[in-house]
Every structure is written in structure tokens, then in C-alpha cells.
């Protein structure tokens, strides 16, 4: 008896070792986790530390974009003081060598002539339908017919379908065929229907005001052309003018030379000419007679052609 309670106690024995092995492996593992978990914490602190070292930079970099910008805008500033000196020293440089005045502000009694028929053509025109607008009544039209030809389509699918079932067995195939079809014509063709009476309205007023833009077109033609001839011809002769006057080297009015310089440049002359004589027609147009600003004082109420203009003007004048 005693030889089995050994037997059992050298058991329980051996057993406690082995869980005494495996409770130290598990000590070991823990402290392993445990150093793992520190690890962690350090990894993420450095994270931490590394994110607020980029949000400082990028506060850094902000400021320092701002301070940049903030230069370039003061250089430019002073770049625009520079040149409107070498400007005003070049004008008294020519002045004082005898240099011509141009006169771009005297014009021919034709010209304003000129002026005033391109003005009226250019009014006559801005009540027509801009080229846009039409387009969208074109596109409501086409909507409609589009609606309407896929109605009357499956509206003739439904007649067919129905001579079908009138005229085969029931059992054959082409009568259950035209079952199916009968039934998604009629449903396609009273949803195409239903569109084309939601489109019907906007599209009879498309064309009302289509039909009505097209006999203002036939009656103003005449006027429109005037204006655009009238146009033409006057931008010609004021490009002529400021042509003959840089030719000759003469003195431009100061009004001028503040926003477009004393001479053409050399990069983009065609595009400078262009807006140059924009300036000069302007100045035909509305009489306009500053000698300091080119384009005068904007208009104080809006003028549909005038102020559209005046603002294009400005815009591009920026550029120069």
C-alpha cells in the first residue's frame, strides 16, 4: 500500500515540477510581454514626439510661404515704382531731346461716327439671343422629339404585337412572344408619352423663342453688320495711329504709358497692339478725355456694353 502512495506522490511530484517549468516559462514570457509593452510605449512616444516636430515644421513652412509671398508682393510693388520712374525719366529724356508728342485723344469727327455705329450694332446685337441660350432651346426641342419618336416607336410595337394575338394560336410561339412584347411595349410607350407631356410646354416655348430670334436676326442684320464694318474700320485707323506715332519714336500721353509703357515690348507685340487700340476705341466710344487714367472712372451705374467692356479692360490692362 505504502509502495502506491509513493508511486502516487513521486506522480504529483513530477507533475508539480513540470507545472513549476511551465509557470517559470510563463514568468518569462510575461516579463518578455512586459518589455514588449514598454517598448510600445517608447515607439509611441517617439511617434508622438516625431508628429509634434512635423506640426512645427509645418507652422514653420507656413510662415515662412507667407513671409515669401509677402516679399514677392513688395518686390513687385517696388518693381512697378521702378519702372513708372525709368518711365517718367525716359518721357523727360525724350521731351528734352525735342522728341514729338503723339496725339492719340484728337480724332476725326468720322471716327466718332465710327464709334457710335459699332456701339449701336454691338446694342443691336446684345438683344439677341446669345449663342448659349439657343443651343439649350435646341436641346429642349431635341429632348421632346427624342421622347415623342420613342412613344410613337413602341406604340407601333404594340399595334404589331396585337395582330399577332389576334391572328396565331394561343399555344404557338409567336402568340406567347407577342404577349411579352405587348406587355413592355405598352408600359415603354406610356412612360416615353408621359416624358414627352412633361417636355411638351418647355419645348413649345423653345421654339416660340427660337422663331422669334431668328425674325429679329433677319430685321437687325443689317444693323449688326453696319456695326461690325463700323468696328473694323475704326480699330484700323486707331492701330494706324499708335503704329505711325511708335514709329516715329514720338512721346505717348502719360495716361498711356501707365499701363501699357512707353514702347511696345518685345515678347507678345501683337497681343500689346491689340489691347492698346481696345484702349484707344474705349476712349473714342465714350469720350473719354483723362489724361491721367486710360479708361477714366468706371461707370457708376451698370451699362451693359460700357461696363462689360471697361471691366475687360481693366482685367487685361493688369497684365502689362
Partial sequence: MSDDYGHQVRRLESRTGGMENELHSLRTKLGEVEDLDYE????????????????????????????????????????????GRVQALEA??????????????????????????????????????????????????????????????????VVEAAGILASQPRTSQQFKQAVMDFGMSRTLAESHGQRAQKLA??????????????????VKASLIEQGDKAERKLNWLLRGRLADAIRDRALLPMWFVTVLGPVPPAHKTQEWMDHATQVLAYRVTYGITDQAVALGAAPEEY??????????????????
Fill in 40 to 83: 510600445l510605449r517608447d515607439i509611441r512616444g517617439d511617434i508622438r514626439s516625431i508628429e509634434d516636430d512635423l506640426s512645427t515644421v509645418r507652422n514653420d513652412l507656413t510662415e515662412l510661404d507667407d513671409d515669401v509671398r509677402g516679399d514677392i508682393r513688395g518686390t513687385e510693388q517696388a518693381l512697378k515704382r521702378l519702372t
Fill in 92 to 157: 523727360h529724356l525724350l521731351a528734352a531731346g525735342g522728341a514729338p508728342l503723339a496725339d492719340l485723344d484728337t480724332t476725326d469727327p468720322e471716327w466718332k461716327k465710327l464709334a457710335r455705329t459699332a456701339n449701336h450694332g454691338w446694342n443691336v446685337r446684345s438683344g439677341l439671343l446669345p449663342g448659349h441660350q439657343r443651343e439649350a432651346h435646341r436641346l429642349n426641342i431635341r429632348h421632346y422629339e427624342g421622347a415623342v419618336e420613342e412613344r410613337d416607336e413602341h406604340r407601333d410595337k
Fill in 201 to 218: 410646354d418647355t419645348a413649345q416655348a423653345a421654339r416660340a423663342a427660337l422663331a422669334q430670334d431668328d425674325s429679329l436676326r433677319q
Fill in 303 to 320: 451699362v451693359p456694353r460700357r461696363t462689360e467692356w471697361h471691366r475687360e479692360l481693366a482685367k487685361d490692362l493688369r497684365r502689362w
